[in-house]
């Protein structure tokens, strides 16, 4: 009898942890690489990441004028490029210099920046506490580039870091007559990056984009990649969709964050992308904390919730958590996500070993 409960007192304690292990296993996703750190999208900020022991490096891809996809955030060049003193005269009317307009070989004349603004003419950092502005020596490379880079530390190093690549406004490129999805896909297949158990996750706003990658690319191409649907704010003005009369108009996302809308995400994507403030009202108080339905709705669709931007700098931490620690306690365990959209890998590491 003693012999049972001692048995039983083994299993409860090993089913305990292997739930506690299940529980910690959240998903640390560098953020433009460890871009706290270093310019963001550079191969350099990668190689931080990576050394940092991310899970998974994102890449967000734009296309240049002649059909080469690089990793840029911005569609525009100016916040993190010397763009407008290096080729002036090449900004459209909105007085933004945009990378579609630029061929490749242009593009990596740049030198690339950490992110600024200018006052009175003078660049000044969005981030005063990050990599000094125009600084050093940093520049604009592929996608390629940047596969080659991550698949070469993983052999190196024997480890198994994964991509998180981004098709940035898929809309935007049909309406310059470019399919950067077919283009991202092809070169994602010819880099081993095909099926469910390759290490990526492939990343849009664009549901309708992601829709024609699950039904038409990705067949075509014999292809079956994991999906995530990223959900912007309505106000951002993020994605823009073709109406039934033919007409650009800005994307209402709200169907996404009912039970209803995720259920139909199922069929497309594994994964959503919400930002902080779709998950936890951003006025909530300290040891109050008003958490939305977006979450527990997911999970109970099944799907995987990686959120975004989770940020140390100063001022940067919502008024509800005391400090960057905090938060990610309350995001990682109270509210649940299973990944962690961060500029500060090596943080986010360091605070899920401290709590295994
Ligand atoms: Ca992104």
């Not at 050394?51 to 993190?80: K, N, S, W």
């Not at 940020?311 to 996500?337: E, H, K, N, W």
Request: glycine share 6%; net charge negative.
């Amino acid at each position: 009898m003693h012999k049972l409960i001692y048995l039983a007192l083994l299993l409860l304690q090993c089913w305990t942890h292997i739930v506690m292990a299940q529980n910690i296993d959240k998903l640390v996703i560098a953020h433009r690489g460890a871009s706290g750190y270093l310019p963001e999208h550079t191969l350099e900020a990668k190689v931080l990441a990576f050394a940092q022991g991310a899970d998974f490096i994102e890449q967000d891809v734009v296309m240049t004028q002649d059909d080469q996809l690089v990793i840029f955030h911005d569609l525009t060049l100016q916040r993190t490029t010397d763009v407008a003193t290096r080729f002036p005269g090449r900004a459209r009317e909105d007085g933004s210099y945009y990378v579609i307009d630029f061929a490749l070989a242009e593009l990596r004349l740049l030198q690339v920046s950490e992110g600024f603004r200018l006052v009175n003419g003078v660049p000044v950092a969005n981030y005063y506490g990050r990599f000094p502005v125009m600084t050093s020596s940093f520049g604009i490379h592929t996608l390629q580039q940047e596969l080659e880079l991550i698949q070469g530390m993983n052999h190196s190093t024997g480890k198994n870091v994964g991509i998180y690549p981004e098709l940035k406004s898929p809309w935007f490129h049909h309406q310059h007559n470019k399919d950067i999805a077919s283009a991202v896909l092809q070169v994602l297949k010819s880099y081993g990056y095909s099926n469910r158990e390759a290490p990526i996750f492939l990343q849009s706003f664009d549901y309708a984009e992601l829709v024609r990658v699950h039904d038409e690319l990705m067949p075509a191409l014999g292809m079956d990649l994991r999906l995530v649907q990223l959900i912007a704010d309505n106000s951002w003005l993020e994605t823009y969709a073709l109406n039934q009369d033919g007409n650009w108009q800005p994307y209402d996302y709200s169907w996404m964050h009912t039970p209803e809308g995720l259920q139909t995400l199922t069929r497309i994507v594994d994964g959503i992308g919400p930002g902080l403030d779709m998950l936890v009202e951003p006025a909530s108080q300290a040891g109050a904390l008003e958490l939305k339905p977006l979450l527990r709705d997911a999970h109970a669709a099944g799907l995987q919730v990686h959120a975004y931007t989770f940020r140390s700098d100063p001022g940067q931490l919502p008024a509800y958590a005391a400090s960057f620690a905090q938060l990610l306690d309350i995001f990682c365990f109270t509210v649940g996500i299973d990944g962690v959209f961060t500029d500060f890998p090596d943080q986010v590491v360091e605070f899920l070993e401290s709590r295994n």
